[in-house]
């Protein structure tokens, strides 16, 4: 469907908290992932119509490490001890803590605008999605998300 992203929870959150930390541009990725394009049509469109997808998304689809739709990266555990090191499972716990905060599943559909109003009503205190991260860590995160959630839901979006 033209306009429709196919996005993982915590992409969207991700993207959205850059728009929060001032950010308005993103450059392409060494990786080759699509975080530039897809952040560049939430931003140009609030109302762009997303899918939750856990699996590869729109964003990891012309990704270096997604091989055959699972993702074969690593994260740094070095500050998260008890975080799985695959990226694959930490994104999925992640995702699913999100989904079940904002009352969404897989396949379900929303714009970015109505994911912006759960963020809004719902998220509350995230340092419990990001447990296995010490919550000084979240602090920055979770102010930047909520300025970027208002900022989408301004009457015009972002400018
Ligand atoms: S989750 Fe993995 S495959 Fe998807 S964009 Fe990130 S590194 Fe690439």
New binding site residues.
């Given amino acids: 469907m033209p306009g429709l992203i196919r996005i993982k929870p915590h992409h969207f959150v991700d993207i959205v908290t850059a728009f929060g930390a001032g950010r308005k541009h993103f450059e392409p990725h060494p ?1 080759g ?1 699509a975080v530039h394009t897809v952040a560049a049509m939430v931003a140009a469109d609030p109302d762009v119509l997303l899918e939750m997808d856990f699996g ?2 729109d ?2 689809e012309p ?4 091989i055959g739709g699972f ?1 074969d ?1 690593t994260i740094d555990t070095s500050f998260r001890p008890d975080a799985p090191a695959s ?2 499972e930490w ?1 999925l716990l992640i995702d699913g803590r999100w989904a079940s905060r904002l009352g969404l599943e897989e396949g379900d559909r929303l714009t970015a605008r109505e994911f912006c109003v759960r963020l809004r009503d719902t998220a509350g205190d995230i340092t419990d999605i990001y447990r296995e991260i010490p919550a000084e860590h979240t602090a920055a995160r979770a102010a930047n998300l909520a300025k970027g959630a208002l900022a989408l839901l301004e009457p015009k979006g972002r400018q």
């Fill in positions: 990786h992932h590869a998304d964003i990891c990704c270096a490490h997604n993702c990266d990226k694959r994104n």
